[in-house]
């Protein structure tokens, strides 16, 4: 019997780590070690499919950059209105940005949050006070895009405005719901609001993903509609003149009064280019 040796010179396979596994989670840490993330300060959450977050983050920049420069011939010709103008207030901030990695005294007054405990979602945070309000920034956005009936954003499905924040557990919500219904549901009405005869339509819609505390929707829903005072205000789920979106995502709370929820597709950018086009055929 003769001994046989098999060998092979093919070299020994390599075990390839997913790409994304040791970046994300490095940025992951760094994200909440150095850029805390600040409940109560107003800004955008911008939603795209999972995976396509950086690509998503680059698009909304871009659109705000868009409204600036369609915008800044308008404003050049009124220059008292040039320096409280949304195009020119959005500008300075684009501008800031991009000065950001070569001027280290510039100040981000846009922030970026990637991680906020789910993917397929992104922050974007005002810093100062004296930003536009994220719902004008949003119905800029979209209210060009319908005029325009073209979406320049591939991956950004929707723009949702953030007007402040809390600890998703229920006893935080209510105090922030609080707040939210003295702000906006007062009495009596201001004369300048878009209401419908003498009736005053809202409604409350309550999304959540990866919430890490067990929350009940209907406790959730009713810590803000058991505060607005009824019959002054009416329950309407269909034609709403105000939606109070509260999103609960992981342990965060985000809330923000809007109008023309409805209208406007849950401020969905993709589908209102598509009704659009839908429409002029």
């Not at 209210?143 to 073209?150: E, L, M, R, V």
């Not at 939606?243 to 401020?267: A, S």
Request: proline letters at 6%; hydrophobic letters at 30%; a positive charge.
């Amino acid at each position: 019997a003769t001994n046989t040796t098999t060998t092979t010179d093919d070299p020994p396979k390599k075990k390839f780590k997913k790409h994304h596994q040791p970046n994300s989670k490095s940025n992951s840490n760094s994200l909440k070690e150095n850029h805390p993330f600040p409940r109560g300060t107003p800004g955008l959450l911008v939603t795209c499919p999972t995976g396509k977050e950086k690509y998503c983050t680059r698009e909304i920049f871009s659109l705000l950059d868009d409204v600036c420069t369609t915008s800044s011939t308008t404003a050049a010709a009124t220059s008292t209105k040039k320096n409280s103008s949304l195009s020119s207030r959005l500008s300075q901030e684009l501008s800031d940005l991009r000065d950001a990695n070569t001027n280290p005294n510039a100040v981000r007054r846009f922030k970026l949050h990637r991680s906020i405990g789910t993917n397929g979602i992104v922050f974007i945070q005002f810093n100062e006070t004296g930003l536009p309000p994220p719902l004008e920034v949003v119905l800029t956005i979209l209210n060009d895009a319908i005029k325009a009936k073209s979406c320049k954003a591939r991956w950004i499905t929707r723009i949702i405005p953030v007007e402040t924040s809390c600890p998703s557990d229920i006893e935080a919500i209510r105090k922030t719901a609080e707040k939210i219904v003295d702000k906006h549901f007062s009495l009596p009405e201001k004369k300048d609001d878009n209401i419908k005869g003498k009736k005053k339509f809202f409604a409350v819609d309550y999304q959540h993903r990866a919430c890490s505390r067990k929350l009940d929707r209907m406790e959730v829903i009713n810590a803000f509609a058991n505060k607005i005072s009824q019959p002054a205000y009416v329950v309407n789920l269909k034609t709403p003149d105000r939606t109070i979106l509260v999103e609960v995502i992981k342990n965060n709370c985000f809330v923000c009064v809007v109008r023309d929820y409805q209208k406007l597709l849950k401020f969905n950018l993709q589908r209102l280019v598509e009704r659009e086009i839908e429409n002029e055929d």
